[in-house]
Every structure is written in C-alpha cells, then in structure tokens.
T-cell receptor, first 115, second 112 residues
C-alpha cells in the first residue's frame, strides 16, 4: 500500500513564526499536493508539484511556499504564520506525470494551531 | 463556476442496510470521478473510481454509478457496517485540466 507520512499530527506555533510541514511518500509518485481542510470549506489546494524542483500554485497559495528537493519529499512552508492559517493540512501523492486519472493518496494530516 | 456538490450533508442508516450517497457535478468536461472516505482523525482514503466511459463500477461492498446525462454520481454501500461511519467525498477531474474538485462531504452514521 501507498504510504504518505506527515511529520507531525499536531503542531502549535506562534504568530510570525516560520513553520515547516513535511511530507514523505514511499511509492515513487511523481505528483505531490498540499491541501488545507476547514469545516464548511472542504479541501482546498495550496500547491502541487509534478516533479522534483517543480511547483505550481493551487487555489490558495498566498502566505505559503513549498519545496521539493527530492522526489519522495514535499515540504510546505508558512513564511510568517498567522492565526488564519490555523487548519488541518493534508499532503497527498499520486502516480504519473500530470493530472488526472489516478487517485490521490493522503496522509493523516497535521492539525496546526497558530496562537 | 465548477463545483461538486452533495444532496445530503448527513445520512443515518441502520446496520445491515444499504447506503446510498449522492453527488452532483457541474463540469460536463470532467471524465474521472473518485470517492474517498475520511474517518475521524485520519486523511481521506481512496475507495473507488470510475471513468466517464463507464456507467457502473463495483468493488468490495461498494458500487459507484455515473449518470452523465444528469451529471450525477452515487456511491452505494451494501450491508453497511459500523466501520463505514465516516465522511464520504466525491471528487472530479478533467484529464486535460490540472485540478481535482472535491465535494464538501456527506457524513454517514451507522446505527447498531
């Protein structure tokens, strides 16, 4: 089975801190994604990556950046954390270059609280 | 705009009964559809998918039906069990596009 591992289940940070969320997948998937999940708003795409060193903005990239230096690892960075970034963050990966036609496999999420 | 919606935000069924979760999609260009299950404290888990050249696909205790005429997707769970209690999301993709559109989710409660 595909395993997507997020480094932290729960994280508490302070406003203005730089925050790193890490995600690792073990199935050699080309595509990796970062979402946030908020009640009533569903899953919203922050960034995605088709390959190493590649990144594309999703629907809500403001205040975030990403890094993909190795194929198996995709990092989400909150440059200067704000309280409105308190949320559940989900990482996902999928097979094949480009989009579509393969399901995404998700990690169990990082619940991030910004105080 | 493009959206994937759900008719019922919550569904309560008796253990052993069949469950049907519905989803409407608005993008007629979507050609790939996925159902995910999300249990409390976990990430979404892939259940079953279907491509637009099919009307029906069956898995273990689950069946997905696609009606392209009315842009409707449904997930049927046979002999629902307590372990089926979760939030279920539908999602749509367009092969020529780049994003997955997720529905808001339906919470399924299974009564023992």
């Amino acid at each position: 089975d595909v395993k997507v591992t997020q480094s932290s289940r729960y994280l508490v940070k302070r406003t203005g801190e730089k925050v790193f969320l890490e995600c690792v997948q073990d199935m050699d998937h080309e595509n990796m994604f970062w979402y946030r999940q908020d009640p009533g708003l569903g899953l919203r795409l922050i960034y995605f990556s088709y390959d190493v060193k590649m990144k594309e903005k999703g629907d809500i990239p403001e205040g975030y950046s990403v890094s993909r230096e190795k194929k198996e690892r995709f990092s989400l960075i909150l440059e200067s954390a704000s309280t409105n970034q308190t949320s559940m963050y989900l990482c996902a990966s999928s097979l094949l270059r480009g989009r579509g036609n393969q399901p995404q496999h998700f990690g169990d999420g990082t619940r991030l609280s910004i105080l | 705009g493009e959206s994937v919606g759900l008719h019922l935000p919550t569904l309560s069924v008796q253990e052993g009964d069949n469950s049907i979760i519905n989803c409407a999609y608005s993008n007629s260009a979507s050609d790939y559809f996925i159902w995910y299950k999300q249990e409390s404290g976990k990430g979404p888990q892939f259940i079953i998918d279907i491509r637009s050249n099919m009307d029906k696909r069956q898995g273990q205790r689950v069946t997905v039906l696609l009606n392209k005429t009315v842009k409707h997707l449904s997930l049927q769970i046979a002999a629902t069990q307590p372990g089926d209690s979760a939030v279920y999301f539908c999602a749509e993709e367009n092969t020529g596009g780049f994003k997955t559109i997720f529905g808001a989710g339906t919470r399924l409660f299974v009564k023992a």
